[in-house]
């Protein structure tokens, strides 16, 4: 059975830090492509960052600059950092799991950017 268990949301202050961890089993993780994406109200889940097996990360323009996508592969788990909160980051972040032809999910965590 595949879980993905994100943890680390919640409330954040305009500018602060964030810190999201994502801890999997029921996969090889290392062979995997894992990512970060996130919803808001009313819009379309977006991906936030991805990291592929080898290292590589990819980032949406829009934080770009403010997040820091990480793994540690001896311990199932993949990490989003990001700084410069902004409201416009208020959403549900979910984290991914893909390797053709698999796709998992993480049930969300909710981060609230506001004072």
């Known amino acids: 059975q595949v879980q993905l268990v994100e943890s680390g949301g919640g409330l954040v202050q305009p500018g602060g830090p964030l810190e999201l961890s994502c801890a999997a089993s029921?996969?090889?993780?290392?062979?995997?492509?894992m990512g970060w994406y996130r919803q808001a109200p009313g819009k379309q889940r977006e991906l936030v960052a991805s990291?592929?097996?080898?290292?590589?990360?990819n980032y949406a323009d829009s934080v770009k600059g403010r997040a820091t996508i990480s793994r540690n592969n001896a311990k199932n788990t993949v990490y989003l950092q990001m700084n410069s909160l902004k409201p416009e980051d208020t959403a549900v972040y979910y984290c991914?799991?893909?390797?053709?032809?698999?796709?998992?999910w993480g049930q969300g965590t909710q981060v609230t950017v506001s004072s």
């Open positions: 991914n799991a893909q390797r053709n032809p698999f796709n998992f």
């Open positions: 029921g996969i090889t993780f290392a062979t995997y492509v």
């Open positions: 990291i592929t097996s080898g290292g590589s990360t």
